[in-house]
């Protein structure tokens, strides 16, 4: 496979055959997100698109996950969706699923039924990026999208069958914002009700230029955050992840049934030394 780089994915695709139906993120606006600030958005070329996914069809006949890039691939036409997915169930007579990035404006943008068509044809799991519940941090970091529209994204592809991974930024509102951003971030994700939820701890990398009052949170402070999070959240059916290097420590469990659990293990991770009180911590080897 020949791809156009930066290319991005989430942890849970490294095993997933992965095709770029667009180049970067239609977006792009982002203040936290270094992804795809060297790239121009442009979709791919329909016919080399096809002919790629023709020639690993027959390379790779045996396919069973494929995860389609860029960001928002959701962003698309049901039509050129429709038609893309129609291909890949064609040369691919293994495939169980199709995963993307998606936002919550783009999922809302369709019907219940287009969803619904795209679920029959193996799409599958919509990775969205919540980051905040709070609209202010959101509108600081210049993330064009809004918490109304993610909860009925979110709540509609579920409906429709399809599964959500959300992830949330630990860190993203600084320390000005940490508090509300902990308490509204549990509020949405209690609307929400996404099936997968993963936690990520905000990091400055090259590329990012926050909002001028941003304090970084410091490595404990991030902890806490995640503490007030799961404490106030109450989710019926959510596998539950805090394993990207960027944590402190790693953290997994199932809600409603590990909640006091992973509360037990985020009081002893807080009750000890080895987190940093005064800066963000370590910084990852990768993110």
Same mark, same amino acid.
């Given at each position: &496979?020949?791809?156009? +780089?930066? #290319?991005?994915?989430?942890?849970?695709?490294?095993?997933?055959?992965?095709?770029?139906?667009?180049?970067?993120?239609?977006?792009?606006?982002?203040?936290?997100?270094?992804?795809?600030?060297?790239?121009?958005?442009? =979709? $791919?070329?329909?016919?080399?698109? &096809?002919?790629?996914?023709?020639? %690993?069809?027959?390379?790779?006949?045996?396919?069973?996950?494929?995860?389609?890039?860029?960001?928002? =691939? &959701?962003? /698309?036409?049901?039509?050129?969706?429709?038609?893309?997915?129609?291909?890949?169930?064609?040369?691919?007579?293994?495939?169980?699923?199709?995963?993307?990035?998606?936002?919550?404006?783009?999922?809302?943008?369709?019907?219940?039924?287009?969803?619904? +068509? #795209?679920?029959?044809?193996?799409?599958?799991?919509?990775? =969205?990026?919540?980051?905040?519940?709070?609209?202010?941090?959101?509108?600081?970091?210049?993330?064009? +999208?809004?918490?109304?529209? &993610?909860?009925?994204?979110?709540?509609?592809?579920?409906?429709?069958?399809?599964?959500?991974?959300?992830?949330?930024?630990?860190?993203?509102?600084?320390?000005?914002?940490? %508090?509300?951003?902990?308490?509204?971030?549990? +509020?949405?994700?209690?609307?929400?009700?996404?099936?997968?939820?993963?936690?990520?701890?905000?990091?400055?990398?090259?590329?990012?230029?926050?909002?001028?009052?941003?304090?970084?949170?410091?490595?404990?402070?991030?902890?806490?955050?995640?503490?007030?999070?799961?404490?106030?959240?109450?989710?019926?059916?959510?596998?539950?992840?805090?394993?990207?290097?960027?944590?402190?420590?790693?953290?997994?469990? $199932?809600?409603?049934?590990?909640?006091?659990?992973?509360?037990?293990? #985020?009081?002893?991770?807080?009750?000890?030394?080895?987190?940093?009180?005064?800066?963000?911590? $370590?910084?990852?080897? /990768?993110?």
């Amino acid at each position: &496979m020949k791809y156009i +780089e930066p #290319l991005f994915r989430p942890p849970a695709e490294a095993d997933s055959l992965i095709f770029q139906a667009a180049y970067g993120c239609p977006h792009n606006t982002c203040r936290f997100c270094g992804m795809y600030k060297t790239v121009k958005y442009r =979709v $791919r070329d329909r016919n080399e698109l &096809m002919l790629e996914i023709a020639g %690993a069809g027959r390379k790779y006949p045996e396919t069973q996950r494929i995860f389609l890039a860029d960001g928002d =691939v &959701m962003i /698309f036409p049901f039509a050129e969706l429709r038609e893309i997915l129609i291909e890949l169930n064609r040369h691919f007579p293994s495939l169980s699923r199709v995963n993307i990035y998606a936002n919550g404006s783009s999922i809302i943008a369709k019907t219940p039924e287009e969803l619904q +068509e #795209l679920r029959r044809l193996k799409l599958n799991t919509l990775y =969205v990026g919540l980051e905040s519940g709070d609209q202010e941090i959101l509108a600081l970091v210049n993330k064009q +999208e809004t918490v109304l529209n &993610m909860i009925s994204g979110v709540k509609l592809a579920q409906a429709c069958g399809l599964k959500c991974s959300v992830m949330i930024l630990l860190g993203l509102g600084g320390r000005q914002y940490s %508090a509300s951003h902990s308490v509204k971030t549990a +509020e949405t994700l209690n609307a929400m009700q996404p099936r997968l939820l993963s936690a990520l701890r905000f990091i400055e990398v090259p590329g990012c230029f926050m909002y001028d009052a941003y304090q970084t949170v410091t490595e404990y402070g991030a902890v806490g955050e995640l503490k007030e999070i799961i404490s106030s959240l109450e989710l019926h059916k959510t596998v539950f992840r805090a394993n990207h290097t960027s944590n402190p420590a790693p953290l997994a469990g $199932r809600f409603p049934n590990d909640k006091q659990q992973l509360i037990a293990e #985020l009081d002893y991770l807080l009750a000890g030394r080895t987190l940093d009180r005064e800066g963000p911590g $370590r910084r990852p080897f /990768f993110l």
